[in-house]
């Protein structure tokens, strides 16, 4: 199983990104995706995630600027970031709750994270 990520580069403050991340291989099913942050020296923090059903959940430092969409027929989850902040600078690390071979049988998957630089 792996997590590509994808769409990350250089914003400016107050424009867009948007971030992709597909699973492939060995995907029977995906429970809960979502992104994560880590800016260097700091923890890893969670950006968003959503459940296979679309519900959703957000830090509140991304409330109202960040959407978090998923397409559970391409394996795929998206993030859109919008009004963007200098302090959105970081790492993004998308991560999925995957099945590979069993109903249930969850486990937690990482991409390798592509980074997003918002200019002021």
């Known amino acids: 199983v792996q997590l590509q990520a994808s769409g990350g580069g250089l914003g400016q403050a107050g424009g867009s990104l948007r971030l992709s991340c597909v699973a492939s291989?060995?995907?029977?099913?995906?429970?809960?995706m979502g992104w994560y942050r880590q800016v260097l020296g700091k923890q890893r923090e969670l950006v968003a995630d959503i459940t296979p059903g679309g519900t959703t959940n957000y830090a509140d430092s991304v409330k109202g600027r960040f959407t978090i969409s998923r397409d559970n027929a391409k394996n795929t989850v998206y993030l859109q970031m919008n009004s963007l902040k200098p302090e959105d600078t970081a790492v993004y690390y998308c991560?999925?709750?995957?099945?590979?071979?069993?109903?249930?049988?969850?486990?937690?998957?990482w991409g390798e994270g592509t980074l997003v630089t918002v200019s002021s």
């Open positions: 991560y999925a709750q995957i099945s590979p071979f069993l109903p249930g049988m969850y486990s937690d998957y």
């Open positions: 291989g060995s995907v029977f099913s995906i429970n809960a």
